[in-house]
């Protein structure tokens, strides 16, 4: 029943463009790909009150698409910190090496994995005492939700094809120690990460696009040092 708000507040991953009937209108914003559509740029500017935007690159990228600046406002998200997950055990890993670095998150078109595993590979090598932990979120995501949006189906052949570099790489000689995660390991999807955190010694998040910087702060909730870029969103946080 919508006739007695106050504040109507929108968030979707998927832009729906169907103003309120009623309230002052929240729109958070997350949108990382630089300039935003000629149409979500119109629904904005005649119905929004005002937007959230979920970072500070958010923010400059909505102001360069055409949006007043007066109505955004930066609103980072949170994480539950670790102490939320202090019963769970640090993942039982399948290696003997002792520093081991860890990326969690897609392997899309907005992921940078391609430039950690070149830099991972130039780096070190199979006598260096490291490990590369990497633990593909995306198909979580897309398994769990079952969307079929053009963005995702996008992704899901990228994805594909990283996969299929790391295969390779796995049985060059030479290749520095390389843990590929792409399967449901633990009943609780989140519980499984908390645990792969807590495994890990440093926490490497290079990307091409990143609006939002959820993966770097439940990282740094758990005390991690964290290996990112000097630019975009993370700017908020590191």
């Not at 860890?102 to 899309?108: D, E, V």
């Amino acid at each position: 029943n919508y006739n007695d708000i106050d504040f109507f507040i929108k968030h979707s991953l998927e832009p729906n463009f169907i103003p309120p009937e009623k309230g002052y209108f929240i729109s958070i914003q997350s949108w990382g790909y630089w300039s935003i559509p000629e149409y979500q740029l119109r629904f904005l500017n005649q119905n929004a009150d005002i937007i959230w935007a979920t970072s500070s690159y958010v923010k400059e990228s909505l102001i360069h698409s055409g949006i007043n600046n007066e109505i955004i406002e930066v609103i980072n998200i949170g994480v539950n910190s670790s102490e939320h997950y202090s019963d769970i055990a640090p993942f039982s890993l399948k290696t003997n090496k002792a520093f081991k670095f860890f990326y969690s998150a897609n392997l899309g078109v907005k992921s940078a994995v391609n430039l950690l595993i070149q830099a991972y590979c130039e780096e070190f090598s199979a006598s260096d005492d490291v490990c590369l932990i990497i633990r593909n979120r995306d198909v979580d995501d897309l398994i769990r939700t079952q969307r079929t949006t053009l963005f995702n189906d996008f992704d899901l052949s990228i994805n594909k094809k990283i996969k299929d570099i790391i295969k390779n790489l796995l049985i060059i000689k030479n290749c520095p120690e390389i843990i590929f995660i792409d399967e449901f390991l633990f009943q609780d999807n989140q519980a499984e990460i908390m645990s792969l955190y807590k495994s890990s010694d440093c926490f490497v998040y290079p990307y091409y696009i990143e609006s939002i910087g959820k993966y770097l702060l439940e990282a740094m909730s758990f005390g991690l040092p964290v290996i990112t870029n000097d630019k975009g969103t993370a700017l908020d946080f590191c």
